[in-house]
Antibody
Framework: EVQLVESGGGLVQPGGSLRLSCAAS????????MYWVRQTPGKGLEWVSG????????AYADSVKGRLTISRDNAKNSLFLHMNSLRPEDTAFYYC???????????????WGQGTLVSVSS | YVLTQPPSVSVAPGQTARITCGGN??????VHWYQQKPGQAPVLVVY???DRPSGIPERFSGSNSANTATLTISRVEGGDEADYYC???????????FGGGTKLTVL
């Protein structure tokens, strides 16, 4: 059974930093591209970032580029999101998401974690 | 690239719900649809315009042509009440784009 478990969320002041983690199990982690998608409470979905299976290709939404950094540790079946210079508008649930197909990233999201809440406020 | 969805759609049980997703020449993109119930993570219900993941009922179907993609839910049940999001990959920007979401209400 595929499981994606996020951790690391919490309350942080504007300008602060956080590191989100996602522990993956139930599939061959290094065969799949992975992503972060966020959702402001009560609002819609927003893609944040994606990383290919060997970390060779990385992409970011314009709203987070230069402040958030995606990475992965295939030996530990883990995905990360390093968050710097946080702003109130970064407040959201952050979901760890798996690509549907192995090898070639399809940008189709077939499994989602339950999300971790990041709140940016003074 | 912008995807436009109606904020809400209402339908009686047993009827057919159609949720649209508009975008410039969206017919040339592959469109994926997600269902999200309150307090839960999204679930993929249709991918590549009309394919269904295993476990998704045949009542869920999709189409995509010209400037509009459509998610069709036949014989709607109370359990289908949820928010639905369309999604594409914009190759020009290498960005993933979601529509704003449509709240399906079962009357």
């Amino acid at each position: 059974e595929v499981q994606l478990v996020e951790s690391g969320g919490g309350l942080v002041q504007p300008g602060g930093s956080l590191r989100l983690s996602c522990a993956a199990s139930g599939f061959t982690f290094d065969d799949y591209a992975m992503y972060w998608v966020r959702q402001t409470p009560g609002k819609g979905l927003e893609w944040v970032s994606g990383i290919s299976r060997k970390s060779g290709t990385i992409a970011y939404a314009d709203s987070v580029k230069g402040r958030l950094t995606i990475s992965r540790d295939n030996a530990k079946n883990s995905l990360f999101l390093h968050m710097n210079s946080l702003r109130p508008e970064d407040t959201a649930f952050y979901y760890c998401v798996k690509d549907r197909a192995p090898i070639v990233g399809t940008k189709i999201f077939d499994y989602w974690g339950q999300g971790t809440l990041v709140s940016v406020s003074s | 690239y912008v995807l436009t969805q109606p904020p809400s759609v209402s339908v009686a049980p047993g009827q057919t719900a159609r949720i649209t997703c508009g975008g410039n020449n969206i017919g040339s993109n592959s469109v994926h649809w997600y269902q999200q119930k309150p307090g839960q993570a999204p679930v993929l219900v249709v991918y590549n315009d009309f394919d269904r993941p295993s476990g998704i009922p045949e009542r869920f179907s999709g189409s995509n042509s010209a400037n509009t993609a459509t998610l069709t839910i036949s014989r709607v049940e109370g359990g289908d009440e949820a928010d639905y999001y369309c999604q594409v990959w914009d190759g020009a920007s290498d960005h993933v784009v979601f529509g704003g979401g449509t709240k399906l209400t079962v009357l």
